[in-house]
C-alpha cells in the first residue's frame, strides 16, 4: 500500500509472532503462579489481615545493590556513547525530569494537571529568550529560567486553587494550549515553528568548542586534553543527571516527610483530612 509516496508494509508474521510470544508469556506466568514457588512469590507482595504490606524488621532490599550499579553504568555510559545516543539520553533525561514532577503533582498530590509540559516551555524559552534579547549566558538564565515556570504555576495556582478532577484538568489543559498557541504563533519574538537558539553551556567560564572566542580558552586546552566534539553533550548529560539524582532524593524525602504524606492524605480524601485539620 502507498499513500502520497509513503509506504505502508503490513507484516503479519512478525505480528503473529509477538502475539504468540506474550500469550506464550502470559501462559509461562501463570502456570509458575500455580506453582509452590509461585505461591511463595506472591506471598511476598500480598498484605496483612490489616490491608498493609508489612516487611519484616530483617528485611534488606536487594536495590541496595542495583541502584549503585545503576548509578556506574549511567556515569560510565556517556564515555562510550557516540553522539546520537547522547542526543537520545539527553532527552530521555529531560523526560524523566518532567515524569518525576507529574508524578510528584498527579501521583502523590492527586492533582490532574494536564499542562504540566506549559511549564516545561515556558522555561526553555526563557532560557533561550534571555540568551538572545538580553545576552545572558547559560549559568545566568538557569535559575531565571526555573524562576519564570515557578512564577508562572503561582500564576495559575492562585485561581485555580480550589478546582479538582475535571475543573482541574480542563483549566490546565487550556493553559498548556495557551502557551503553544503563543509560543508557536508570536514569530517576531519567539521564532514560531523554527524556535530560537539556546546558550551554549560553559564550564566556570570555559567553551565546549574547538576554538572559543576572543580572549577565552576551549575546555580541553586549559585541562591539555584531546578534543572531543561529544564533550559539550557529555557535560549536559552530567548535568541532567545530577539533577535527575537531585529530584529523586527531593521525591524520596518528600514521600515521607510530614508535608508529603498530607499530600497523599488529600489525594485520598480531601474531607477527611479538613475535618481533622
Not at 545516543?85 to 523526560?95: M, S
Amino acid at each position: 500500500m502507498v499513500l502520497d509516496g509513503y509506504s505502508f508494509n503490513f507484516a503479519g508474521q512478525r505480528l503473529a509472532w509477538m502475539v504468540g510470544i506474550v500469550m506464550l508469556g502470559r501462559f509461562l506466568l501463570s502456570a509458575f503462579l500455580g506453582t509452590a514457588a509461585g505461591t511463595r512469590f506472591q506471598a511476598r507482595f500480598e498484605a496483612d489481615s490489616a490491608g498493609v504490606y508489612v516487611r519484616p524488621p530483617e528485611y534488606k532490599s536487594r536495590m541496595r545493590w542495583i541502584i549503585p550499579l545503576v548509578i556506574t553504568l549511567a556515569i560510565c555510559f556517556p564515555f562510550v556513547a557516540t553522539k546520537y545516543v547522547l542526543t537520545v539520553a539527553i532527552l530521555g533525561l529531560i523526560y524523566v525530569l518532567l515524569g518525576l514532577g507529574l508524578n510528584i503533582v498527579v501521583g502523590l498530590a492527586g492533582l490532574l494537571d494536564l499542562g504540566y509540559v506549559a511549564f516545561y516551555a515556558i522555561g526553555a524559552y526563557g532560557l533561550a529568550l534571555g540568551y538572545q534579547y538580553l545576552g545572558l549566558g547559560f549559568w545566568s538564565m538557569l535559575p531565571l529560567a526555573a524562576i519564570m515556570a515557578a512564577a508562572a504555576g503561582a500564576l495559575l495556582g492562585f485561581p485555580v486553587l480550589r478546582m479538582h478532577g475535571d475543573y482541574l484538568a480542563i483549566v490546565t489543559l487550556g493553559f498548556g494550549e495557551i502557551i503553544r498557541l503563543i509560543l508557536n504563533n508570536w514569530l517576531t519574538f519567539t521564532g514560531g515553528p523554527n524556535g530560537v537558539s539556546a546558550p551554549p553551556p560553559t564550564f566556570f567560564g570555559l567553551e565546549f568548542g574547538r576554538r572559543a572566542k576572543e580572549g577565552g580558552v576551549p575546555f580541553h586546552e586549559f585541562f591539555h586534553l584531546t578534543y572531543n566534539p561529544n564533550m559539550k553533550f557529555i557535560f549536559i548529560y552530567a548535568v541532567l543527571f545530577l539533577v535527575v539524582m537531585l529530584v529523586l532524593y527531593i521525591k524520596h524525602r518528600l514521600t515521607r516527610m510530614p508535608i508529603g504524606r498530607a499530600w497523599e492524605a488529600l489525594r485520598e480524601d480531601e474531607i477527611a483530612c479538613a475535618r481533622w485539620g
